[in-house]
């Protein structure tokens, strides 16, 4: 007697869900359907947040840029070497190969992403402004840093024709010479010339309109030797300002930080935002995980702006 009032139980259940599915039972089926209702043009990054985060050797991980872009990551970096007249991709010579450029890597899977985040229809007739990478958040702007690592004077042309298709989309952010600045969806900075990097200061000040910008020296030196960043150093040149951490601060993220370091870290990230630029430290310590995160956390809480990271999906907790 009871079997039967269960199955019974068990068939108006069955006919209950057959006449109306549950509503994960309707995600299912949606996302089964390929139903145009469920895609939009700039679903590319959906849902992803852009953070504060450097991705340092970006050429190095299986998948450069994308990888970084799943992260958030609003920073990548591509150490470029000028060979005949390409511009390739890698940490050292040895590393090079003739795919793997700077327009391979970057240039052309960025015109194919920014492309595809304004696209051409009915509805952005009358737009304006050029979304960046980021669905989430179209404003904010991809940092691309581009560390030469043969000569400057004799790199950065071709840095800059190798731009070219970037700047005649407008997805650049230019400075024009009264002081103007037009966010783009990148912004370039070619990296300095403490201790490594060969971006020639004189070149990128020549440029006008600027496209191609200067990451500062916050201090190449001991921070009792520093030298504050001078007036060649404002928004118009430099968005970014960056020091070695091992140099600049030393703290190894095990123990308390001294006052000394604390205060190096301070100061530094006070010269630049005194005038306007973000602050950067790289070569902060990868090991131990512990140690490594306690730094971070550290130049965050005391205002640094970019956290150069190796280790992406680490980082990207931080925030
Ligand atoms: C889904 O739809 C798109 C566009 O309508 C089409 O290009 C694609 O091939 C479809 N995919 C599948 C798996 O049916
Ligand atoms: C674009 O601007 C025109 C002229 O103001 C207006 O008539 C039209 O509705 C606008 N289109 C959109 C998609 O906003
Ligand atoms: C600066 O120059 C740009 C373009 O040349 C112009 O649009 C802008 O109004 C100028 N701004 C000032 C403050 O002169
Ligand atoms: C400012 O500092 C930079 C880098 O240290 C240097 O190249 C430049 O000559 C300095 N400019 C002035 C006006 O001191
Ligand atoms: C580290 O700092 C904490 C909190 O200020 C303090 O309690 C502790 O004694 C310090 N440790 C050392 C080894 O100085």
């Not at 007697?1 to 057959?18: C, E, H, P």
């Not at 509503?23 to 996302?31: G, Y």
């Not at 902060?284 to 809480?301: H, M, Q, S, Y």
């Amino acid at each position: 007697m009871s079997a039967i009032f269960r199955l019974l139980a068990l068939l108006t259940l069955v006919g209950l869900s057959s006449q109306r599915p549950g509503v994960l039972d309707e995600i299912s089926m949606l996302e089964a359907s390929n139903s145009t209702l469920l895609r939009y043009p700039t679903d590319f990054t959906q849902n992803i947040v852009p953070k504060a985060i450097h991705s340092h050797n970006d050429y190095w991980r299986d998948v450069p840029l994308l990888t970084a872009l799943s992260f958030g990551v609003a920073s990548v970096e591509a150490d470029v070497w000028l060979v005949g007249e390409t511009l390739h991709v890698g940490h050292e010579m040895a590393a090079l190969t003739t795919a793997r450029t700077f327009d391979s890597l970057y240039i052309q899977p960025l015109l194919s992403i920014i492309a595809g985040q304004n696209p051409k229809t009915q509805f952005t007739v009358n737009q304006t402004s050029i979304n960046g990478v980021f669905d989430t958040s179209s404003a904010t702007p991809l940092q691309l840093l581009v560390d030469m690592k043969t000569d400057g004077p004799s790199t950065l042309p071709f840095v800059l024709s190798a731009l070219q298709p970037l700047r005649d989309l407008g997805y650049l952010t230019t400075c024009v010479s009264n002081g103007t600045c037009t966010p783009g969806a990148i912004t370039v900075v070619g990296t300095g010339n403490f201790p490594a990097g060969n971006t020639p200061l004189d070149g990128i000040l020549a440029l006008s309109p600027r496209d191609v910008f200067f990451d500062a020296p916050l201090t190449g030196k001991l921070p009792s030797q520093r030298e504050p960043l001078n007036s060649t150093f404002d928004i118009t040149v430099s968005p970014l300002a960056s020091t070695d951490y091992e140099v600049a601060v030393g703290w190894s993220g095990i123990g308390n930080i001294s006052d000394a370091q604390l205060s190096a870290i301070q100061t530094l990230v006070a010269d630049a935002h005194g005038l306007g630029i973000r602050a950067r430290f790289w070569d902060t310590p990868g090991w131990p995980i512990n140690a490594r995160n306690n730094v971070w956390k550290t130049l965050t809480d005391n205002g640094a702006d970019w956290l150069n990271a190796d280790d992406l999906e680490a980082a990207a907790t931080m925030f």
